[in-house]
C-alpha cells in the first residue's frame, strides 16, 4: 500500500513511493504554505515535467501561494483546471485527495 500524503508529514522527506505531484504537494504542506526552501523543491518538481496535467494543477496552487494570481491562473488553464475553493489549506486538500484517488 502506498504511503498517504495525510500522514507521513513528520517524515525529513516525502515517501518515495508517492507520484511526482504527490511528493511537491507533500512539500507545500511540510512549508505550511509559505514560500521557501519546501515550496523551491515543490516548484523544482513541477517544473520537470511541465505540460502533464497534474504538474500543471499543482504548479497552479504554488502561484496561488506565491500570490502571483496571473501565473496561477495560466497553469491553471494549462492544466484544464479552475480554482475550486476559498483557500490555498482547502484546494491543497481536495488536489490530494483527488491525485490521491487517481493513484491507487
Known sequence: MAANIF???EWSEPPKDLSLPLQALW???KG???MGPE???AHRIVQQMEGVQAFDWVHALLHWIEADMGNADYWYRRAGKKRSTPSVAKE???MALTLSEGAQ
Open 7 to 9: 500522514t507521513t508529514l
Open 27 to 29: 512539500w507545500v504542506k
Open 32 to 34: 505550511e504554505f509559505r
Open 39 to 41: 515550496w523551491e523543491e
Open 92 to 94: 491543497w486538500e481536495h
